[in-house]
């Protein structure tokens, strides 16, 4: 599921600084290279676009949107631009956001990206990511007010919120971005669009009342993956948690990082692939070799969650995540394309060795996400 932040962001720093504790024999990572890391997902946006289901869409058709790939290109990729200096939209960042406010325009109209038993599942998931879309577009050009799109995103994005203050989400029994489980991630996620809006609608007020009662209600059974995101949203939205939730949960963070500095997905969880009992197991093979390893995405995401959250770079937990992500900006090659990129792999099957679930273009889907989030946590903290 694929964010504009307002952290005015200052020149690129040459090296880094070791973490605090580091023996004095140890190096200093390497810097990273967001030129790398932008081309990176303009390429995957491309594909995305290319490959991705088309759905009617008043009098045209738009490519659908992913989590794994359209959400984080969007929350990253206007940090990407600062970090470069480079101050226009891409023409990437300029499609999915006219494919959005189209979306919303032709909103009771549109083809949905699932019928059926998924059709509230595609309804919320829609509306949820499209406020996001197009918060995050508004912050990104600094207005002051919402757009008229981003206004109908936010009036759709209420009108579809249920009873107890979530939406309905796609459920496939895949995580992290499509089970049951992801619906917590989506109320965060909503709730971090509110957050980003200039001048959000006053509609929100209720809604948000709903929105906050649902994080907290449901915050203590949620997995440290789903607590995190509430964390992220909590930045953006007050009374989400409490001090002392916060310091339980930054302290159970650190409790998680791996001796290398990061943070692997696997651990995050548990994990139930919409399992109601055990014994929870994906849909299909996993590679458990490299589950096992620090990811770029659940090091991108805690790391940067942490900062958005206040800690400082030079803090223990976070300067050995910044470390790791430093160290890992590494060359992926698929096929015939090569990218400097951060790697993070499937939960449900094991993409890696081919087949049907491992095309070269579905290998790369957590990496997305990776990519995304190690960026931004690195933006972030210079």
Known sequence: MRLATT??????????????????????????DPEGAAKYLDDRMDIWFAKAKKLRTGQTTTACISCHTTVPYVMARPALRRAMQAGAATPLEARIVEDAARRVENFDANELIYEGSKKTGSRGTEAVIYAMILASAD???????????TRQAFAQLWQTQRPDGAW????????????????????ALAALAVGIAPGAPDEAASGMEKLR??????????????????????????????????????????????DDGGWAL?????????????????????????????????????????????????????SGGLQ???????????????????????????????????????????????????????????
């Open 213 to 258: 009662g649902y994080l907290k209600q449901q915050y203590s059974s949620q997995s440290l993956y789903n607590r995190i995101w509430a964390l992220l949203a909590s930045t953006r939205s007050k009374d989400l948690l409490t001090p002392a939730q916060r310091q339980a949960l930054i302290e159970e963070i650190r409790s998680r990082q791996r």
């Open 266 to 318: 696997e651990t995050l969880g548990g994990w139930t692939w919409s399992k109601a009992e055990a014994p929870f197991r994906a849909p299909g093979t996993r590679d458990a070799a490299l589950l096992a390893k620090s990811d770029g995405y659940a090091t991108g995401l805690v790391v940067y969650t942490l900062r958005q959250a206040g800690l400082p770079a030079g803090q223990a937990a976070v």
């Open 7 to 32: 952290i005015v962001l200052t020149a690129l720093l040459a090296g880094f600084t070791a973490r605090p504790g580091a023996a004095q024999g140890d190096r200093a990572a390497p810097a990273w």
């Open 139 to 149: 912050a990104a050009e600094n207005r002051r007010q919402p757009s008229r799109a």
């Open 168 to 187: 309905d989400w796609l459920d496939f029994g895949l995580e992290p971005f499509e089970s049951v489980d992801a619906t917590y991630q989506g109320a």
């Open 324 to 382: 790791w992500l430093r160290s890992n900006q590494r060359d992926v090659a698929v096929g015939e394309q090569a990218w400097h990129a951060w790697r993070a792999h499937s939960l449900n099957f094991d993409r890696e060795q081919g087949g049907e679930k491992g095309e070269p273009w579905r290998r790369m889907f957590m990496s997305d996400a990776a990519t995304a989030f190690a960026a931004l946590a690195l933006a972030a903290s210079e």
